[in-house]
């Protein structure tokens, strides 16, 4: 049996805050790799009622804590209270990593480059020449397609039950992230669509990379939001939700022999990525994964 942590005046804090926070795994996961890596920290769940934001930011300002993960319903509500903000949290719009520093307190979403680093862990680098097509537009969707548009992918196709929310997404992020002042090349182009529209089969069939950010995946019982047809070979699909880890789309993508990729890898990785921001320290990410399974 490893020993156990022992907590002295030294020890170093940073944790979760979120209403409510039981569920999170963070605590599992980075108390596991803080011990591999033999740190003096201790990763601490806070339950945070929503009207108390502020007075957690001081809080965690006067205790000297190191660093904070924001799940929800906090996302948003702690931006105010922020002296500085990553640009993949500016363009998403919600923060999930905080580093408090000199009192000060940086902003940032790991989302968006944890789904990258997941992605290249797997060899499943996506050439930018090639299209994208997400699935969802919700918050999870918002992270990854501006982790795509980032990356410099040529065109990204947002496919969504509620055909307004995809493009109005679409239309939302061009305008926020190529701004008339912004030099830049090679543009994203970004697509909204319903699910039910009739360029979706093409856009599955000839992109490089699926990517179902949709809720639904969770639930083995409800249909698939694509035709399982349009998959072939030639198609990464992921599908970022993580329980269960072989969802129904990964496992008909599966059997259409195409590379897939589960969530679990993002999880691992947007975590890793603010453990190294309050550590310094690249962290084990082979423990990681062991403490969330």
């Known amino acids: 049996m490893d020993k156990p942590h022992t907590i002295t005046g030294r020890t170093r804090i940073v944790g979760v805050i979120g209403a409510p926070v039981e569920h999170s795994r963070s605590p599992q996961m980075h108390n596991a790799a803080l011990a591999k890596a033999g740190l003096d920290y201790i990763y601490v769940p806070f339950n945070v009622p929503p009207n108390a934001v502020a007075e957690a930011m001081n809080g965690f300002k006067a205790l000297n804590v190191v660093g904070i993960n924001v799940t929800l319903p906090h996302k948003q509500a702690v931006i105010p209270y922020l002296s500085s903000i990553s ?32 992605l290249e862990e797997t060899g499943a680098a996506v050439p930018v020449s090639k ?15 501006v982790a795509l548009v980032l990356a410099g992918i040529r065109s990204v196709i947002i496919a969504n039950r509620t055909t307004p929310k995809a493009v109005t997404l679409a239309e939302e992020l061009s305008e926020k992230i190529y701004a008339p ?10 697509t909204g669509m319903g699910l039910n529209d009739t360029r979706l089969p093409d856009a599955v069939k000839n992109c490089a ?70 550590t310094g320290v690249t962290p084990c990410l082979a423990t990681m994964q062991q403490a969330l399974l």
């Open 87 to 118: 640009r993949e949290a500016e363009l998403i719009g919600a923060v999930n990593t905080l580093t408090f520093s000199d009192g000060k307190i940086h902003g940032e979403n790991t989302d968006a480059p944890g789904f990258i680093r997941a």
């Open 131 to 145: 299209d994208v097509v997400v699935l969802g537009a919700g918050g999870s969707a918002r992270a990854i397609v």
């Open 181 to 190: 002042q912004d030099k830049i090349g090679q543009k994203t182009v970004l």
């Open 209 to 278: 990379l699926l990517v179902s950010t949709s809720s639904s995946s969770m639930d083995p019982s409800l249909p698939l939001l694509i035709d399982p047809g349009w998959l072939h070979p030639e198609i990464i699909v992921c599908d970022i939700v993580y329980t269960p880890p072989m969802t129904t789309l990964l496992t008909v993508a599966a059997e259409k022999q195409c590379h897939i990729i589960g969530g679990l890898g993002m999880l691992v990785h947007q975590g890793a990525i603010a453990f190294e921001r309050w």
